[in-house]
């Protein structure tokens, strides 16, 4: 197995090869796809469907000297292991080795970490800009799918490099047809106009901009895709080279549905079962529960996703279901929240979701469009967790210091199911505030919990004691529940135990009177301490008696980390907090 891939070390060894071997290194490194895959997961579709265009791409062209941008870069696996790191992916011991994306800490052969999509096409504007200064004659291409043409940032780039840009470019359009879900908007009627004439059409999205264009139909066929490349190799200006690929390619399963397969869980072959039980509520499932029971009722509610359906269990039957009810936008949170507001300001009630660390894109929508014209929507973010997503361009640390800081905006963190739900629908039907929801990245849990969050920043006492309280935010409620426990089973008192469910205030009635009968305040928040939840508190009993410890992530960007090793290096087990409690009080 694996005979010819293992001879690959760099991108000079698969210069070496003929037709026939070349074709034996693609079928290589897809038993290699299936080996990590199955075993620690990870993008499936995006990989299998890149292979050929990957080989092509180093046959033809000297990496490292010519730059390689891959966008969002979860394609990047094949290019991981014609790159000399083969083992990450054959060699089970390996498998820590590589991250799912391109890392310059990795390889030389990497120029950019990126997780991140729409990206590609900037970053080679300024390679190509740069080594123009320089005097440099080297090809910079920038790889960029489809589903990712439809972000901001990527339209921004290729106006710019049609017109401004007036030497060497190469942009690989890979056209599978699919974002994460099916693709949204009018780029793609283009798309498919040009894929029908097989490149020839008079309407041509890219030569409107100034770009140079060639077409390839056989986006999976070595030989055919090495001549379009030799094609373009050293070209003087700015040319878009667009290939049709199958994603999911050499995979059944991928390649019949596209959306599943985009990221997999481990997996068994034969069976494409996922090695995970789904059977089990989520926050997700009760998301999409909710949204289906709430558009049947209210024929004003419309959730809006920028290409991110399945981050609230929005499965394609019920995006049907919900009908003129739902909105894909395509890869564009700016618009997504843009057009939120315009939706609530003309009496609709709008929902926005998708993950954490997409929706730092729209900051500004955020705080301009909504927040400085105070209208009621509702941004639903997932991901938010330090436990959830781990690779360090997907972490969702950073949501409360990034939005809850935002005027106007009211940030909620719910503690279990009955809470969350509570809120959701709060949220969606009153008409005084854009509120932003942190949905739950715990197990779903359930207890009894207060309703009306009409007073804002009125926090929730859910255990009343005395000389240490402890306000547990949101997915570290859970956490402050044990701690309460072995307080009072370790030292003897009951401590107060808080639910600040907000996360954007502070309720300072209910401070100041724990100042009264406390000597502590233990604040426990799911996120980066610094401009977070437990701050605030700090600075709100900073010129009184009452001493604040406050846990949290430092600023830095993690990692691919075990949880909860991670918590332990912060010194934020119960029983690490609980030996700072006795040496403070």
Same mark, same amino acid.
């Given at each position: 197995?694996?005979?010819?891939?293992k001879?690959?070390?760099?991108?000079?060894?698969?210069?070496?090869?003929?037709?026939?071997?070349?074709?034996?290194?693609?079928?290589?490194?897809?038993?290699?796809?299936?080996?990590?895959?199955?075993?620690?997961?990870?993008?499936?579709?995006?990989?299998?469907?890149?292979?050929?265009?990957?080989?092509?791409?180093?046959?033809?062209?000297?990496?490292?000297?010519?730059?390689?941008?891959?966008?969002?870069?979860?394609?990047?696996?094949?290019?991981?292991?014609?790159?000399?790191?083969?083992?990450?992916y054959?060699?089970?011991?390996?498998?820590?080795?590589?991250?799912?994306?391109?890392n310059?800490?990795?390889?030389?052969?990497?120029?950019?970490?990126?997780?991140?999509?729409?990206?590609?096409?900037?970053?080679?504007?300024?390679?190509?800009?740069?080594r123009?200064?320089?005097?440099g004659?080297?090809?910079?291409?920038?790889?960029?799918?489809?589903?990712?043409?439809?972000?901001?940032?990527?339209?921004?780039a290729?106006?710019?490099?049609g017109?401004?840009?007036?030497?060497?470019?190469?942009?690989?359009?890979?056209?599978?047809?699919?974002?994460i879900?099916?693709?949204?908007?009018?780029?793609?009627?283009?798309?498919?106009?040009?894929?029908?004439?097989?490149?020839?059409?008079?309407?041509?999205?890219?030569?409107?901009?100034?770009?140079?264009?060639?077409?390839?139909?056989?986006?999976?066929?070595?030989?055919?895709?090495?001549?379009?490349?030799?094609?373009v190799?050293?070209?003087?200006?700015?040319?878009?080279?667009?290939?049709?690929?199958?994603?999911?390619?050499g995979?059944?399963?991928a390649?019949?549905?596209r959306?599943?397969?985009?990221?997999?869980?481990?997996?068994?072959?034969?069976?494409?079962?996922?090695?995970?039980d789904?059977?089990a509520?989520?926050?997700?499932?009760?998301?999409?529960?909710?949204?289906?029971?709430?558009?049947?009722?209210?024929?004003?509610?419309?959730?809006?996703?920028?290409?991110?359906?399945?981050?609230?269990g929005l499965?394609?039957?019920?995006?049907?279901?919900?009908?003129?009810?739902?909105?894909?936008?395509?890869?564009?949170?700016?618009?997504?929240?843009a057009? @939120? !507001?315009? /939706?609530? *300001?003309?009496? #609709?009630?709008?929902?926005?979701?998708? =993950?954490?660390? %997409?929706?730092?894109?729209?900051?500004?929508?955020?705080?301009?469009?909504?927040?400085?014209?105070?209208?009621?929507?509702t941004?639903?973010?997932?991901?938010?967790?330090?436990?959830?997503?781990?690779?360090?361009?997907?972490?969702?640390?950073?949501?409360?210091?990034a939005?809850?800081?935002?005027?106007?905006?009211?940030?909620?963190?719910?503690?279990?199911?009955?809470?969350?739900?509570?809120?959701?629908?709060?949220?969606?039907?009153?008409?005084?505030?854009p509120?932003?929801?942190?949905?739950?990245?715990n197990?779903?849990?359930?207890?009894?919990?207060?309703?009306?969050?009409?007073?804002?920043?009125?926090?929730?006492?859910?255990?009343a004691?005395?000389?240490?309280?402890?306000?547990?935010?949101?997915?570290?409620?859970?956490?402050?529940?044990?701690? @309460? !426990?072995? /307080?009072? *089973?370790?030292? #003897?008192?009951?401590?107060?135990?808080? =639910?600040?469910? %907000?996360?954007?205030?502070?309720?300072?009635?209910?401070?100041?009177?724990?100042?009264?009968?406390?000597?502590?305040?233990?604040?426990?928040?799911?996120?980066?301490?610094?401009?977070g939840?437990?701050?605030?508190?700090?600075?709100?009993?900073?010129?009184?008696?009452?001493?604040?410890?406050?846990?949290?992530?430092?600023?830095?960007?993690?990692?691919?980390?075990?949880?909860?090793?991670?918590?332990?290096?912060?010194?934020?087990?119960?029983?690490q907090?609980?030996?700072?409690?006795?040496?403070?009080?």
């Open positions: 197995m694996y005979d010819i891939l001879t690959i070390n760099s991108p000079a060894d698969v210069k070496k090869l003929d037709a026939g071997a070349l074709e034996t290194l693609a079928a290589d490194i897809r038993e290699a796809l299936f080996n990590r895959l199955t075993k620690i997961g990870g993008h499936c579709g995006p990989n299998f469907g890149i292979v050929e265009a990957t080989i092509a791409l180093h046959y033809v062209f000297d990496s490292p000297r010519d730059k390689f941008v891959f966008d969002v870069s979860h394609q990047s696996y094949a290019h991981k292991m014609l790159t000399g790191r083969k083992n990450g054959i060699k089970d011991e390996c498998f820590a080795e590589d991250s799912g994306y391109t310059p800490e990795e390889s030389e052969h990497d120029l950019f970490n990126i997780g991140h999509t729409s990206t590609s096409v900037s970053l080679a504007t300024g390679l190509a800009k740069a123009d200064l320089k005097g004659k080297e090809n910079v291409i920038a790889l960029i799918g489809d589903g990712s043409l439809s972000g901001g940032e990527a339209l921004e290729l106006d710019f490099a017109a401004e840009l007036k030497s060497n470019l190469i942009i690989v359009v890979n056209d599978n047809q699919q974002s879900a099916e693709v949204h908007g009018g780029l793609y009627n283009n798309l498919t106009e040009l894929r029908e004439t097989k490149g020839a059409a008079a309407n041509n999205f890219f030569k409107a901009l100034g770009l140079d264009y060639v077409y390839e139909e056989n986006g999976n066929d070595i030989q055919a895709l090495i001549k379009v490349f030799q094609k190799r050293n070209v003087d200006h700015p040319i878009v080279v667009h290939i049709n690929t199958q994603k999911g390619k995979f059944k399963l390649e019949e549905n959306e599943m397969w985009h990221w997999c869980m481990p997996f068994d072959r034969e069976t494409g079962q996922w090695k995970f789904f059977s509520e989520s926050y997700t499932s009760l998301t999409a529960g909710y949204f289906m029971e709430k558009a049947q009722k209210d024929k004003d509610f419309v959730v809006i996703t920028p290409a991110m359906p399945m981050m609230a499965f394609e039957p019920l995006r049907k279901q919900l009908g003129k009810q739902y909105v894909d936008v395509g890869i564009a949170e700016e618009h997504a929240v057009m @939120a !507001s315009g /939706i609530a *300001k003309a009496g #609709g009630k709008p929902v926005v979701v998708t =993950n954490s660390t %997409f929706m730092q894109r729209a900051y500004d929508q955020i705080s301009q469009d909504v927040c400085i014209n105070n209208n009621p929507v941004i639903l973010l997932n991901y938010c967790s330090f436990d959830g997503l781990t690779d360090v361009t997907h972490l969702g640390i950073f949501t409360i210091p939005f809850a800081n935002i005027p106007n905006l009211v940030v909620l963190a719910p503690t279990c199911k009955e809470e969350y739900l509570a809120m959701l629908d709060w949220s969606v039907e009153q008409q005084e505030h509120v932003m929801i942190i949905m739950p990245g197990v779903v849990t359930s207890r009894a919990v207060a309703t009306d969050f009409n007073k804002i920043n009125t926090f929730k006492t859910e255990q004691g005395e000389k240490v309280a402890i306000l547990a935010l949101g997915d570290f409620y859970q956490r402050g529940q044990e701690l @309460a !426990s072995e /307080i009072e *089973k370790k030292l #003897g008192f009951k401590p107060t135990l808080v =639910n600040p469910r %907000f996360a954007s205030g502070l309720d300072e009635e209910l401070l100041n009177g724990l100042a009264e009968k406390h000597r502590l305040a233990i604040t426990l928040e799911d996120g980066v301490t610094d401009g939840f437990g701050q605030k508190v700090a600075a709100f009993y900073a010129a009184s008696p009452m001493k604040v410890k406050s846990y949290g992530l430092r600023k830095e960007f993690y990692d691919r980390y075990d949880p909860q090793e991670l918590l332990k290096r912060l010194g934020m087990t119960t029983e907090i609980m030996a700072d409690i006795k040496s403070l009080i």
